[in-house]
């Protein structure tokens, strides 16, 4: 015992508390320290269990820990703000829990395997840390706030920077403080910084409205939103149409906010809503007039029947008369007839038929008319669908594309024609409004004729517009309405002096 005094005497002179215990718990040594702390004698320790002046040695948790020291013969490091008041204090007579740092040591002291526990009161500084916390509470609720504050403004400049429409800001002078990033996709402007220059500068609009400016200075001393319509033209020499809305910064005074929108593909669809109905109104008065025109040639037909009927034999010069009437009768009911067409679309009988074979009998009517000077190749890929439609109006269609190119190409050294018909493959890109499922054929006529003049091009499928003479400007319409009668659809490409090519998709429903 006097040995193991001997070997534990230099812990009394360090300035942790040290306690010794055996592997079976029992205390062998308290220092001085431990033991005022305490409040106890350090004689009374020995022989007790450790746990009976350190409870929370007495629970799962540390148990498992010290057992695993003891059995891997590695130190266990316990600390304050984890593992808090492991040591119960009683300074003044009342009890306290002090917060300490704890060294578990395990090693042999002779033969015999003890723990050596070193603790460090840590209580004083705790209660610093506890106080300076207390202290710094304010504070930190303001970097909280902060914190959310900058999450915000994070959130609001990823959200500005997504938007489609460009943002800009600007003061009372009209240069830009802030631009979005679709304010450089619309202005197709490279530059990464445009702080501080002037927007009239960088927008370049199709009249240098100097008025853009004055309507944001009467924002900024009136505090009236303004909205309005600009158009801008592009770097690359394109133009759009943009509405602007301007209106006060909030909080900001003597700045602006420029909201500009790209309007183009909204009055594109403006335009074709409009323009569907024109064609609607249009159908109405087509179907009405061919109506009535057919009740008129219907009288003017039987009445020449009857007049026919009456004549002498010999009156030859009144039957080339009434000869010369019917034949500009029956152009009259044909021009009926392609009114009507247009008029009812898909209004039609329709009936199922081999597509194949029609087509080769059409191009054979389109080589006899091309006539012997012209040239007409054929791409004709062998295939056997079958077709649900009108075979007279599949008849007008294709008419009227032959007789369109055949006119084209009079006048021309070296008339040539080209016909392909083949079935499309499921991966082509289909014109809008065909069925991306549906099974389709292709037939396309071209011509090497002078071709349509570019600003006569998009007006080519309007009621009695025509680039000929003489022309009806019937052909086109009813041949289109025919076709999306069918499901399918007729698309017309052309370049001046280059010729023409025009495109039949047509639907089939067997092969």
């Not at 526990?117 to 506890?130: A, G, H, K």
């Not at 335009?271 to 007039?289: D, F, N, P, S, W």
């Not at 019917?326 to 081999?354: C, M, N, P």
């Amino acid at each position: 015992m006097q040995a193991e005094e001997m070997v534990f005497a230099p812990l009394e002179h360090v300035h942790e508390g040290v306690l010794v215990f055996g592997r079976d718990y029992c205390v062998l040594f308290c220092n001085q320290r431990l033991a005022t702390w305490l409040d106890l004698d350090a004689a009374v320790l020995v022989g007790s269990k450790v746990a009976q002046w350190l409870p929370r040695f007495a629970e799962t948790q540390y148990q498992k820990m010290l057992e695993n020291s003891f059995a891997q013969m590695t130190p266990l490091t316990l600390d304050a703000q984890a593992d808090p008041s492991l040591v119960v204090c009683a300074p003044d007579g009342g009890a306290e829990m002090r917060h300490c740092d704890a060294l578990l040591s395990p090693y042999l002291l002779g033969d015999t395997l003890v723990m050596q526990l070193s603790l460090r009161d840590c209580t004083d500084r705790v209660d610093q840390i506890d106080a300076l916390e207390g202290v710094n509470g304010g504070l930190r609720r303001e970097v909280r706030l902060r914190g959310e504050d900058g999450r915000q403004n994070a959130l609001l400049a990823a959200a500005l920077d997504a938007a489609a429409e460009a943002v800009i800001v600007v003061d009372h002078q009209g240069r830009v403080q802030y631009a979005n990033q679709a304010f450089f996709a619309i202005s197709q402007i490279e530059s990464p910084s445009v702080r501080n220059q002037p927007l009239l500068e960088l927008l370049a609009l199709d009249q240098l409205d100097e008025d853009l400016v004055a309507h944001v200075r009467a924002v900024l001393s009136d505090g009236d939103p303004w909205r309005g319509r600009v158009v801008v033209c592009r770097r690359d020499g394109g133009r759009f149409p943009a509405l602007v809305s301007t209106a006060p910064l909030a909080g900001k005074r003597g700045y602006a906010v420029i909201i500009l929108e790209d309007i183009s593909e909204y009055e594109r669809a403006d335009h074709a809503r409009k323009t569907q109905e024109k064609h609607a109104a249009m159908l109405t008065l087509v179907g009405g007039i061919a109506h009535d025109f057919n009740n008129l040639l219907s009288g003017v037909v039987g009445n020449l029947y009857l007049l026919r009927k009456s004549l002498l034999s010999d009156a030859s010069k009144t039957e080339r008369r009434i000869t010369n009437i019917e034949s500009t009768v029956a152009e009259i009911s044909q021009i009926v007839s392609d009114l009507l067409v247009y008029a009812r679309g898909d209004d039609v009988s329709q009936g199922v038929f081999a597509l194949s074979p029609f087509v080769k009998e059409w191009c054979k009517g389109v080589r006899e008319a091309l006539g012997e000077d012209g040239t007409l190749k054929l791409e004709l890929q062998p295939c056997h669908v079958l077709m649900r439609a009108d075979v007279s109006s599949l008849q007008i269609v294709l008419d009227v594309l032959a007789h369109n190119a055949i006119d084209a190409v009079a006048g021309v050294d070296a008339p040539a024609l080209g016909i392909a018909f083949s079935v499309v493959d499921q991966g082509d890109a289909f014109p809008d409004g065909l069925s991306p499922t549906a099974k389709y054929v292709r037939l396309s006529l071209n011509d090497n004729g002078g071709g349509v003049a570019s600003d006569d091009l998009p007006l080519i499928f309007d009621p009695f517009f025509s680039t000929k003479r003489l022309g009806r400007g019937l052909g086109l319409p009813t041949a289109k309405s025919c076709v999306e009668g069918m499901g399918g659809a007729l698309e017309i490409y052309s370049q001046p002096g280059a010729g023409t090519q025009a495109v039949v998709w047509l639907p089939f429903i067997a092969e």
